[in-house]
C-alpha cells in the first residue's frame, strides 16, 4: 500500500501497532507534495519543522507506551479558513497575509486532542466566497483529475489535497456547498453536520475580533478517503463548545442497527428547473439499480415532498443577511472588506435574479431590514419543519451534487453548459447544496462513479436533522455499493498526476 493514499485509520492503525512511523507518514506527504503540489496547488502553507518535531515526540511517546488519542501521530491539514494557533490562517485575503492566531479554532484543538499533527493549510477560496478555488495570495488550485479544471470550491484546496495523497484528512467549511461540491469534484468523501452539532468557533469569516454575524449557514466537517474516517472524525470534533454556546450539549445519536434491505431511501435526479447532466443521471441510476438489488426501498420524489425550488429561492433571501448586507449595512467590517461583500452580493443577485424561480424572493433582500430579516428567520423555521417532515417517512434522501462534474477553469459568475445548455453560475453550481444549508440538515458525499471525460461524480445522502451517526452509517453501506460501480468504472483511488 502507498501509505499517501492510505485512510486517517488505517494509518493511525498502523502507526499503533508500529508498522509504519508517524515521521515517514509525515515524510512521505512531503514527499507527495514537492513532487505535485506545484501543479495543482493544494497546500497554501507548511508546517514542516514544527511537524517533524511533533512527529518524532509522536513515535517517542508511543515507544513509552503513551497514546495520545484515536489519531496519535496522524498527520492531519486544515483549510485555510479555519484558525491555527501560530500557523498563518488568511482565508486567501491579503489583509490576513500575515495573521498567526493565538488560538485553535476548537475543532483544531479537538483534533490535536486526539493526537493528529497539523502539517499544513489548504488553499481556499477568497474568504470562502466562491464555488471555485482561487485568491491573491495562494493563486489558482486545479483539480488531480484534469489540471484545466477545477477542485470546487470554497474548500477546494481541501479535496484537491486529499485526492491528490497529500493528507488522509481534512477539515473543512460549508455555507453553500463549500465542503459538498470539492468532494463531488475530486472524488473524496465529504460530510456537512446538522446545523450547530459541530462549534465554527474560530472560523473566518468571523473576520478576527469581528462581532459575529454568521449564525445559522455555516458548518465546519470533514473531508477523507473513506466514511469510517468521516465517521472518526466527527466523533471527535462534534460537542457542546463554551466558545459557541448555542451548540447544545447533546449526546452522539446511536447508531442505525439496519441492512440496506431494511432501509427506506427517497431519491431524485434533480429537478427540472435544475436539470443534471446525462453523466449524472446515469451515475445515480446506476447507485440506485444496485441498492434496489439489495432490496433496500427506494422511490423517486420530486418536488410536491419538498419543495426545493421555495427553499433555493429562501437560501437567496437569507443569506442576503447572513453574510452580505447586515455585515456590510451594520459597519462591523472594514471599509476594504464592506466593498469586497458589497460587490460580491450584487454579483450574486444579478445571478440569481437571471432566474425565474428565485426573483420573487429578491423583495426580501433588496433593501434589506430588520423586519425583513424576522420575516425570512420566520421561512426558514417553515422550510425546516417541512423538510423534517418530509423525512419523517425515510432513513436518508439522495440527491445531485451538482447539476454537472467539475467544469474548466473560468471566472466568477460566467454560465456553466450543462449537456450544451447555459445555466447561472451559481444555479449549475450551487442548486442542490444552498436548500440543504437552509433547513440545517447533516449530508454526507459520497463518489459513485466518472463521467465520460473520467472526471468524479458524487452524490448528496441526506439524514434527519440530530441524527447524524445514523446518517454516517447508512453512507457506510451504500459506501460498499459505490465501490462497487467504482470498481467497475475503473481505478477511482488515484488520480492522474
Same mark, same amino acid.
Given at each position: ?13 498502523? #502507526? @499503533? ?10 515524510? =512521505? ?9 506545484? %501543479? ?12 517533524? &518535531?511533533? =512527529? &518524532?515526540?509522536?513515535? !517517542? ?48 484543538? @479537538? ?6 499533527? #497539523? ?9 470562502? +466566497? ?8 495562494? +493563486? ?12 470546487? +470550491?470554497? $474548500? ?6 486529499? =485526492? ?5 484528512? /481534512? ?7 463549500? #465542503?459538498?461540491?470539492?468532494?463531488? *469534484? ?10 450547530? @452539532? ?39 470534533? =462534534?460537542?457542546?463548545? #463554551? ?18 434491505? /431494511? ?5 431524485? *435526479? ?26 433496500? *426501498? ?11 425550488? !421555495?427553499?433555493?429561492?429562501?437560501? $437567496? ?35 440569481? %435574479? ?5 426573483? &420573487? ?17 420566520? !421561512?426558514?423555521? @417553515? ?18 451534487? $451538482? ?66 451517526? &445514523? ?15 467504482? /470498481? ?10
Amino acid at each position: 500500500m502507498n501509505i499517501v493514499f492510505a485512510t486517517a485509520s488505517q494509518l493511525a492503525q498502523m #502507526i @499503533r501497532d508500529k508498522e509504519v512511523s508517524a515521521v515517514e507518514v509525515l515524510d =512521505a506527504y512531503l514527499e507527495q507534495i514537492a513532487k505535485h503540489n506545484g %501543479k495543482i496547488n493544494a497546500i497554501a502553507t507548511l508546517d514542516r519543522e514544527k511537524a517533524l &518535531k511533533k =512527529a &518524532k515526540e509522536a513515535d !517517542e511517546a508511543l515507544a513509552q507506551g503513551e497514546n495520545w488519542g484515536a489519531l496519535h501521530g496522524v498527520p492531519v491539514t486544515i483549510k485555510d479558513t479555519i484558525e491555527t494557533a501560530g500557523l498563518l490562517t488568511t482565508a486567501g485575503y491579503p489583509p490576513l497575509k500575515n495573521y498567526l492566531p493565538q488560538q485553535d479554532a476548537t475543532t483544531v484543538a @479537538r483534533l490535536k486532542a486526539a493526537g493528529a499533527i #497539523i502539517f499544513a493549510k489548504t488553499n481556499p477560496a477568497k474568504l470562502a +466566497g466562491d464555488y471555485q478555488t482561487n485568491n491573491p495570495l495562494f +493563486g489558482q488550485t486545479n483539480n488531480p483529475w484534469n489540471l484545466d479544471y477545477t477542485p470546487g +470550491g470554497s $474548500s477546494g484546496g481541501s479535496a484537491a489535497a486529499i =485526492a491528490a495523497g497529500f493528507s488522509a484528512l /481534512e477539515l473543512g467549511s460549508d455555507v453553500a456547498g463549500s #465542503i459538498r461540491h470539492p468532494a463531488h *469534484y475530486c472524488g473524496v468523501y465529504g460530510f456537512m453536520p446538522t446545523d450547530r @452539532r459541530v462549534s465554527t468557533a474560530g472560523h473566518i469569516p468571523e473576520l478576527p475580533g469581528k462581532p459575529k454575524y454568521i449564525r445559522h449557514l455555516l458548518r465546519i466537517g470533514p473531508l477523507a478517503r473513506s466514511i469510517e474516517d468521516l465517521q472518526l472524525c466527527f466523533s471527535l470534533i =462534534a460537542g457542546a463548545d #463554551i466558545r459557541q454556546p448555542e451548540i447544545p450539549p447533546l449526546p452522539l445519536d446511536p447508531p442505525i442497527d439496519k441492512k440496506l434491505s /431494511e432501509l427506506k431511501i427517497a431519491w431524485t *435526479y434533480g429537478y427540472d428547473f435544475l436539470p443534471t447532466s446525462q453523466d449524472t443521471r446515469s451515475c445515480i441510476q446506476s447507485l440506485i439499480n444496485r441498492l434496489t438489488d439489495t432490496g433496500c *426501498y427506494l422511490e423517486e420524489c420530486n418536488s410536491t415532498n419538498f419543495d426545493w425550488e !421555495e427553499a433555493l429561492a429562501n437560501y $437567496s433571501a437569507f443569506v442576503a443577511y447572513e453574510l452580505f448586507a447586515s455585515a456590510a449595512k451594520l459597519g462591523i467590517l472594514p471599509g476594504m472588506w464592506t466593498g469586497i461583500v458589497t460587490e460580491f452580493y450584487a454579483r450574486t443577485q444579478t445571478a440569481f %435574479k437571471s432566474a425565474t424561480p428565485l426573483a &420573487k424572493k429578491g423583495n426580501l433582500a433588496f433593501p434589506p431590514s430588520m423586519a425583513k430579516y424576522n420575516i425570512v428567520l420566520t !421561512e426558514r423555521d @417553515r422550510t425546516m419543519a417541512q423538510m423534517d417532515r418530509f423525512m419523517e417517512r425515510w432513513d436518508a434522501w439522495i440527491c445531485p451534487v $451538482s447539476m454537472t462534474p467539475a467544469f474548466p477553469h473560468c471566472s466568477f459568475g460566467q454560465s456553466i453548459e450543462v449537456d450544451g445548455v447555459k445555466f447561472p453560475y451559481l444555479l449549475a453550481c450551487g442548486g442542490y447544496t444552498m436548500p440543504l444549508n437552509f433547513t440545517g440538515s447533516p449530508v454526507v458525499v459520497i463518489p459513485i462513479g466518472k463521467s465520460k471525460s473520467g472526471l468524479p461524480i458524487g452524490v448528496q445522502i441526506v439524514g434527519k436533522r440530530w441524527q447524524d451517526v &445514523k446518517l454516517l452509517a447508512i453512507a457506510k453501506l451504500a459506501e460498499g455499493i459505490a465501490k462497487k460501480i467504482n /470498481e467497475i468504472a475503473g481505478d477511482f483511488q488515484h488520480p492522474c498526476l
